[in-house]
Structures are given as structure tokens and as C-alpha cells.
């Protein structure tokens, strides 16, 4: 299975960037997905998550700023991102099937490369 982003970008900030993440190889429409990205010298963080009941989960900076949505009939992930601000910088990552352990996500299945969103002030 294969994982491709798309729709990065540069921005200045106040603008916005739709994200896309295709999926091949693979049926995702029972799995939850996710977005991360990696800001520069940081470690990777969770952005948002979405299960197969179009139950969405978001980090607490890009509430109301950022919505993920899905498309399982095209097996399509994406991140509507909003109010774009100069601390959204960075790779973001789309990924797909969380494997639990003890009730909790604690990784994916596959995941993409990643696109560079770059926000400028």
C-alpha cells in the first residue's frame, strides 16, 4: 500500500492550504487516519485523526483552523487548513491504520512522505 501527499505549499500567514493524501494498494475505508507534520527541529506531532465513522479528533493549536475530512470511495484523506500561522510550519504527514495497543494508537500502518507547508509572516 501507498501513501501520497499533496497540496503543500508556501503561504503567507492568514491564508490557506487544502492537503491531500491518496492511498493505493489498499481499501482504507474502515481505518482511522490521521495528519502529522514535523516542524523544523522538533519531533513529529499529531494534527488531527479521523476514524471510519467520520469522527474527527484535533491537537488543541489548530482547532477551528484546520478540518479533516475523508473521501473512502476514493480513498482520499485531507486537511483543510485555515488561518494559517508562521508556527504551522513544517512536513505533514498523512497516515492510515492506527494500530492500537492497550486501547491506544500508538502507530500506523503506512504512511506517506510527506509535503512541506511553509508559512511565512
Known amino acids: 500500500a501507498q501513501l501520497v501527499e499533496s497540496g503543500g505549499g508556501s503561504v503567507q500567514a492568514g491564508g490557506s492550504l487544502k492537503l491531500s493524501c491518496e492511498g493505493s494498494?489498499?481499501?482504507?475505508?474502515?481505518?482511522?487516519m490521521a495528519w502529522y507534520r514535523r516542524a523544523p527541529g522538533k519531533e513529529r506531532e499529531l494534527v488531527s485523526t479521523?476514524?471510519?465513522?467520520?469522527?474527527?479528533g484535533y491537537e488543541d493549536s489548530v482547532k477551528g483552523r484546520f478540518t479533516i475530512s475523508r473521501d473512502d470511495r476514493n480513498n482520499k484523506l485531507y486537511l483543510q487548513m485555515n488561518s494559517l500561522k508562521t508556527e504551522d510550519t513544517g512536513v505533514y504527514y498523512c497516515?492510515?491504520?492506527?494500530?492500537?495497543?492497550?486501547?491506544?494508537?500508538?502507530?500506523?500502518?503506512?504512511w506517506g512522505q510527506g509535503t512541506q507547508v511553509t508559512v511565512s509572516s
Open positions: 494498494g489498499y481499501t482504507f475505508d474502515s481505518c482511522v
Open positions: 479521523i476514524d471510519k465513522r467520520d469522527n474527527e
Open positions: 497516515a492510515a491504520c492506527a494500530f492500537f495497543t492497550g486501547g491506544a494508537i500508538t502507530d500506523y500502518y503506512y
